[in-house]
């Protein structure tokens, strides 16, 4: 373990105006799963699957959100965080992903959004946070270009209806988990294991980015905000033998660069047709989707968790026509006495730093940073210190990555409330403030005092 991972004492200095907040998602909070015309999405369909979600856990009911959302502004305004992060669930708005929108499902968020207002917190609404309609998925979900172009109509109804209210827009959160975790390694919805079809769901979603970006720009005011959240992990090699070097370098683009070139770079990592030319002719691809994609944002959200050590593994399948997008011949190794969370992730915040200081090593016109998610997931105590040291450890070298010159805006925790943790069901809990999922009180954890306190002493930076 480095000096830089042992830091929980150290205060970092953030600049004015830096935002604070707490983040969650739709399906994770908000249940009402067949209310006011909601249709069923992906992940309605997957949990319903036996044996893919812990405990067969779905988000029917969830944190009840939907109606308790006063009750979890309220604890916004105790916490002292200046914005939130929100998504808005595209069937509640186009109940099969298209035709004609559903006013209910746009109320809600009107509602939400004026709520937030009302309270001096400033909304980031993120459009597409996993939740991909059925409707679209049965005609064949983000492996059609026709889903990118159904996301920017959705987009476009969404800012007609909000745009008002929301000045921070977020299209994707982590299109690769979306796309490599749910098509291609079918760990999540819909729980497909392809090759091809991933790869061509990882394009689809940055076009519908670069897509909704270009509709939202047609009709946001000058204050308004358009971004995009990535999941981002450094991929180091577990040795320094040349084939975990390579192993490394391929988790990294499946990862990290397919993602951020086309984005960031306006290119497609260099190393893409070379590592999945044998799966894929990448024919998904074409004239022109680099500009639509490589559009420049206002801002890019980063969400770290942890790091990636990697070492070469044979490949699952031979035929390389045979294998899903993640079968790479790499695997994940623990580091070397490893600090892990209550959930037995590795906990390395030299991480969050090296995520920031590369990516704008990397990309000279880097647009300014938001982290918009970091948390530490346990099985849920009250007295968290986990939880408070893990924050703590990140925020202290956000603070260095500011001082290299990084421009970083704001920080969002994982998450105000325990929720429904995808595969994990509800045993994995990232909350600020612990859900009793049968009778939905709601009891902040120490971790919650904590970051009141935090963010009291940096200012709030509405
Ligand atoms: C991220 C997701 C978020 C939550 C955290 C723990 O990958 O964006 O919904 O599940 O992990």
Same mark, same amino acid.
């Given at each position: 373990?480095?000096?830089?991972? #042992?830091?929980?004492?150290?205060?970092?200095?953030?600049?004015?105006?830096?935002?604070?907040?707490?983040?969650?998602?739709?399906?994770?909070? #908000?249940?009402?799963?067949?209310?006011?015309?909601?249709?069923?999405?992906?992940?309605?369909?997957?949990?319903?699957?036996?044996?893919?979600?812990?405990?067969?856990?779905?988000?029917? !009911?969830?944190?009840?959100?939907? !109606?308790?959302?006063?009750?979890?502004?309220?604890?916004?305004?105790?916490?002292?965080?200046?914005?939130?992060?929100?998504?808005?669930?595209?069937?509640?708005?186009?109940?099969?992903?298209?035709?004609?929108?559903?006013?209910?499902?746009?109320?809600?968020?009107?509602?939400?959004?004026?709520?937030?207002?009302?309270?001096?917190?400033?909304?980031?609404?993120?459009?597409? $946070?996993?939740?991909?309609?059925?409707?679209?998925?049965?005609?064949?979900?983000?492996?059609?270009?026709?889903?990118?172009?159904?996301?920017?109509?959705?987009?476009?109804?969404?800012?007609?209806?909000?745009?008002?209210?929301?000045?921070?827009?977020?299209?994707?959160?982590?299109?690769?988990?979306?796309?490599?975790?749910?098509?291609?390694?079918?760990? !999540?919805?819909?729980?497909?294991?392809?090759? $091809?079809?991933?790869?061509?769901?990882? $394009?689809?979603?940055?076009?519908?980015?670069?897509?909704?970006?270009?509709?939202? *720009?047609?009709?946001?005011?000058?204050?308004?905000?358009?971004?995009?959240?990535?999941?981002?992990?450094?991929?180091?090699?577990?040795?320094?033998?040349?084939?975990?070097?390579?192993?490394? *370098?391929?988790?990294?683009?499946?990862?990290?660069?397919?993602?951020?070139?086309?984005?960031?770079?306006?290119?497609?990592?260099?190393?893409?047709?070379?590592?999945?030319?044998?799966?894929?002719?990448?024919?998904?691809?074409?004239?022109?989707?680099?500009?639509?994609?490589?559009?420049?944002?206002?801002?890019?959200?980063?969400?770290?968790?942890?790091?990636? !050590?990697?070492?070469?593994?044979?490949?699952?399948?031979?035929?390389?026509?045979? *294998?899903?997008?993640?079968?790479?011949?790499? *695997?994940?190794?623990?580091?070397?006495?490893?600090?892990?969370?209550?959930?037995?992730?590795?906990?390395?915040?030299?991480?969050?730093?090296?995520?920031?200081?590369?990516?704008?090593?990397?990309?000279?016109?880097?647009?300014?940073?938001?982290?918009?998610?970091?948390?530490?997931?346990?099985?849920?105590?009250?007295?968290?210190?986990?939880?408070?040291?893990?924050?703590?450890?990140?925020?202290?070298?956000?603070?260095?990555?500011?001082?290299?010159?990084?421009?970083?805006?704001?920080?969002?925790?994982?998450?105000?409330?325990?929720?429904?943790?995808?595969?994990?069901?509800?045993?994995?809990?990232?909350?600020?403030? $612990?859900?009793?999922?049968?009778?939905?009180?709601?009891?902040?954890?120490?971790?919650?005092?904590?970051?009141?306190?935090?963010?009291?002493?940096?200012?709030?930076?509405?």
């Amino acid at each position: 373990m480095t000096a830089i991972d #042992e830091q929980t004492a150290r205060r970092a200095a953030f600049p004015p105006g830096f935002v604070w907040g707490t983040a969650t998602s739709a399906y994770q909070i #908000e249940g009402a799963a067949a209310e006011d015309g909601r249709g069923p999405s992906i992940w309605d369909t997957f949990c319903a699957i036996p044996g893919v979600v812990a405990d067969a856990a779905s988000g029917d !009911h969830a944190c009840d959100h939907y !109606h308790r959302w006063e009750e979890d502004l309220d604890l916004l305004t105790g916490l002292g965080t200046g914005a939130y992060r929100f998504s808005l669930a595209w069937p509640r708005v186009f109940p099969t992903g298209y035709g004609q929108p559903d006013r209910r499902g746009l109320d809600f968020y009107r509602r939400l959004a004026d709520g937030l207002r009302d309270r001096g917190i400033t909304p980031f609404a993120t459009l597409y $946070h996993w939740d991909l309609p059925q409707g679209l998925e049965d005609r064949g979900g983000w492996r059609e270009r026709d889903t990118a172009l159904r996301f920017a109509d959705y987009a476009a109804v969404v800012h007609e209806a909000l745009g008002d209210a929301v000045p921070y827009w977020i299209t994707l959160n982590e299109p690769y988990c979306s796309s490599i975790v749910g098509y291609g390694e079918g760990r !999540h919805a819909p729980g497909a294991r392809e090759g $091809h079809g991933a790869l061509a769901a990882a $394009h689809h979603l940055l076009l519908g980015h670069g897509l909704a970006v270009a509709r939202l *720009r047609e009709r946001a005011g000058p204050e308004e905000q358009i971004g995009i959240t990535l999941n981002m992990s450094p991929t180091v090699a577990g040795t320094g033998a040349p084939e975990d070097v390579a192993a490394a *370098r391929r988790m990294d683009l499946m990862v990290n660069r397919q993602f951020t070139e086309p984005l960031l770079g306006g290119r497609y990592a260099e190393d893409l047709a070379e590592v999945y030319g044998p799966i894929s002719d990448l024919s998904f691809q074409r004239e022109g989707d680099l500009e639509i994609i490589g559009a420049p944002v206002d801002f890019l959200g980063v969400n770290y968790y942890y790091r990636l !050590h990697a070492v070469a593994a044979p490949y699952a399948e031979a035929d390389p026509a045979r *294998r899903t997008a993640c079968d790479l011949g790499a *695997r994940t190794v623990e580091p070397a006495a490893p600090r892990t969370s209550g959930l037995g992730w590795v906990v390395e915040p030299r991480g969050l730093y090296d995520t920031l200081s590369g990516l704008a090593a990397r990309y000279p016109g880097l647009p300014p940073v938001y982290i918009t998610e970091n948390g530490y997931g346990d099985r849920g105590e009250l007295d968290d210190q986990g939880r408070i040291a893990y924050l703590a450890d990140h925020l202290a070298v956000t603070g260095d990555a500011i001082a290299a010159g990084v421009d970083v805006r704001g920080y969002f925790c994982w998450s105000l409330i325990d929720n429904f943790e995808w595969a994990r069901g509800y045993d994995a809990r990232f909350g600020l403030v $612990h859900v009793d999922y049968r009778t939905q009180a709601r009891t902040p954890k120490a971790s919650y005092g904590w970051f009141r306190d935090y963010i009291a002493d940096a200012g709030t930076g509405r």
